[in-house]
């Protein structure tokens, strides 16, 4: 199994920026690729960006591109996800998630919160 603990999150203006991180413990981080979600009230979780085990390949959902970029390092068994340009509308819990298969996600952090003010 593995862990997950997200953290830096907070209140933020219209155009700001934050970086998240989520810390891994237990079983071998670089076996696992990365994903970070979101849920916004009201909603139901939604993908924002993933990352491969090794860190050469990345995807994130369009409504993120060009202002969010997930990123990790294997030493310190974490992934960041910073976040520029930061809009209302990306208000949400965010959450990380690690996934053995491709897509498929079987560990989740607790989440942190992201508020977004206009």
């Known amino acids: 199994q593995v862990q997950l603990v997200e953290s830096g999150g907070g209140l933020v203006q219209a155009g700001g920026s934050l970086r998240l991180s989520c810390a891994a413990s237990?079983?071998?981080?670089?076996?696992?690729?990365m994903g970070w979600f979101r849920q916004a009230p009201g909603k139901e979780r939604s993908f924002v960006a993933a990352?491969?085990?090794?860190?050469?390949?990345?995807y994130d959902t369009d409504s993120v591109k060009g202002r969010f970029t997930i990123s990790r390092d294997n030493a310190k068994n974490t992934v960041y996800l910073q976040m520029n340009s930061l809009k209302p509308e990306d208000t949400a819990v965010y959450y990380c998630?690690?996934?053995?298969?491709?897509?498929?996600?079987?560990?989740w952090g607790q989440g942190t919160q992201v508020t977004v003010s206009s």
């Open positions: 998630a690690a996934a053995y298969m491709a897509n498929e996600y079987d560990y």
């Open positions: 237990g079983r071998t981080f670089s076996i696992y690729n």
């Open positions: 990352i491969s085990r090794s860190g050469a390949r990345t």
